[in-house]
Structure formats: structure tokens, C-alpha cells
T-cell receptor
């Protein structure tokens, strides 16, 4: 079974600074997908970024980027120029190729301070 | 474009009561999912559907039933609610194998007393 571990229950960062959220996963699969989702107080789950395991290049979406280390089974999220609106729970998720079960980590609560 | 809509947003049930949560999507997605979210545990898959008329069990299916009679709707039923089913429930939809992105509803907070 695949497991996803987020070792930082809570983090905080000053506005405009950079923060990195950690995620590790355990799998024997070679082909899979990784995601970061944001859940603001509204409870809506919003896709931040995704990475296909077969792609060596790290995914980037504006201020959000990932550091994907396949051999180490690590998938960290870097948020640059943090904004107050980035305050939310962040979930790392894993899904095998050709599967329908997306496995989530327990989440990291990020607070951006003014 | 409404995306994924869950009804109701909040509900309080007494132990033993039954209820149905409704999920509706207007994106013509084949795949739909029901998750529950509990503190410190992230989201866990309850049931999912890969198309109209099909359903399958996820990681934590016990105590729940689902139906997908129409492509746009995915219903989650609790026949006899238990306090352990107190949780926030999320519905999601996606294009499945062609597209790995899932679109989530806003969640339903269910309390069983």
C-alpha cells in the first residue's frame, strides 16, 4: 500500500518570504503522479501543482514549485513570495498510474504572517 | 460553471438515523469519488465510480453505500449512522485515466450524536 507522510503539522512564514513544505511517500511503483492540494478555511480543495513521476523536470506554477527526488521518494513544495492568501492546509497526495485511489498525507497547516 | 456541488453543507444526525449526501458535477466527468477527512489523517477514499452505473470500494467503505444512476450525480448513503462517521465528506470528479486532476466539492460537515 502507498503511504504519504507530511512530517510538519504546522508551519509559519513571514509575508514575502519563502517556505518549503515536506512530503515523503512510500511505493514500489515506478509510474505514478504526485500532487499538492491547498485547503483554505472555506474547505474547498484546490489543486496547486502536480508532477508525473516519469518527468525529471520539476513542475512549476507561478510562485509554487516542487523539488521532486524520485530516488529519495521526496516531493517538497516551495512557495516563494508568500502571500496572506496562501494561509491554508496543504495536502500532499499520491496516485498510481492507472489507479483511482488518490492517497493523501495528513496535511501541513501553513500560516502566513503579515 | 458550478463544477462540483455537494448537498447539504452541514448536517447533524442521531445515532441510527439514515441520510444521503448528494454530489453533482457539470463537467461531464466519468470518474467520481467520495472521501472523508478526519483530523490528522488527511483524506481517505470511501467509494468511487468510473462511470454511470458502476461503483467500487475504496480504502474505508464500511458503513457506507453509493449509487451512480446518472453520470452527473454520485450519492453517498449512511443507512445507520454511528458517531465514528462524524467527519467532513468531500466529493470529487475527474476524467480518470486521461487526466489525473480531480476537482473537489466544498465539503459536507456531518456530526453524528
Amino acid at each position: 500500500a502507498q503511504t504519504v507522510t507530511q512530517s510538519q503539522p504546522e508551519m509559519s512564514v513571514q509575508e514575502a518570504e519563502t517556505v518549503t513544505l515536506s512530503c515523503t511517500y512510500d511505493t514500489s511503483e515506478s509510474n505514478y503522479y504526485l500532487f499538492w492540494y491547498k485547503q483554505p478555511p472555506s474547505r474547498q480543495m484546490i489543486l496547486v501543482i502536480r508532477q508525473e513521476a516519469y518527468k525529471q523536470q520539476n513542475a512549476t506554477e507561478n510562485r509554487f514549485s516542487v523539488n521532486f527526488q524520485k530516488a529519495a521518494k521526496s516531493f517538497s513544495l516551495k512557495i516563494s513570495d508568500s502571500q496572506l492568501g496562501d494561509t491554508a492546509m496543504y495536502f500532499c497526495a499520491f496516485m498510481k498510474h492507472a489507479d483511482n485511489d488518490m492517497r493523501f498525507g495528513a496535511g501541513t497547516r501553513l500560516t502566513v504572517k503579515p | 460553471n458550478a463544477g462540483v456541488t455537494q448537498t447539504p453543507k452541514f448536517r447533524v444526525l442521531k445515532t441510527g438515523q439514515s441520510m444521503t449526501l448528494l454530489c453533482a458535477q457539470d463537467m461531464n466527468h466519468e470518474y467520481m469519488y467520495w472521501y472523508r477527512q478526519d483530523p490528522g489523517m488527511g483524506l481517505r477514499l470511501i467509494h468511487y465510480s468510473v462511470g454511470e452505473g458502476t461503483t467500487a470500494k475504496g480504502e474505508v467503505p464500511d458503513g457506507y453505500n453509493v449509487s451512480r444512476l446518472k453520470k452527473q450525480n454520485f450519492l453517498l448513503g449512511l443507512e445507520s449512522a454511528a458517531p465514528s462517521q462524524t467527519s467532513v465528506y468531500f466529493c470529487a470528479s475527474g476524467r480518470g485515466l486521461l487526466d489525473t486532476e480531480a476537482f473537489f466539492g466544498q465539503g459536507t460537515r456531518l456530526t453524528v450524536v
